[in-house]
Nanobody, 120 residues
């Protein structure tokens, strides 16, 4: 099982970016999916989560600006980021709670990270 994140880049403050994360491999079921971010010297922080039924939750710092969504058929999770601020600059990671085919338990998988840089 692998998660592949994409969509990061350089954007000016006030701009928008859309991150994507695709899950691949022998997957029986994907439960919660999420986006996290991390800056140097700081712990990874949760940005947004979405359940398999589409219930979402956001960190206070991004609520109203970021939108998480998912496509269960394509096994992808997205993060639409609007009104970006310099403090949103970070490496963004996707994560997902996945049951691999043939296993009775789930494991948490991480994508490789994609850098978002917001210039002032």
């Amino acid at each position: 099982v692998q998660l592949q994140a994409s969509g990061g880049g350089l954007v000016q403050a006030g701009g928008s970016l859309r991150l994507s994360c695709a899950a691949s491999g022998s997957i029986a079921k994907i439960e919660d999916m999420a986006w996290y971010r991390q800056t140097p010297g700081k712990q990874r922080e949760l940005v947004a989560t979405i359940t398999s039924s589409g219930i979402t939750n956001y960190a206070g710092s991004v609520k109203g600006r970021f939108t998480i969504s998912r496509d269960n058929v394509e096994r992808q999770v997205y993060l639409q980021m609007n009104s970006l601020k310099p403090e949103d600059t970070a490496v963004y990671y996707c994560g997902a709670d996945i049951q691999q085919t043939g296993l009775a338990f789930r494991l948490y998988y991480w994508g490789q990270g994609t850098l978002v840089t917001v210039s002032s």
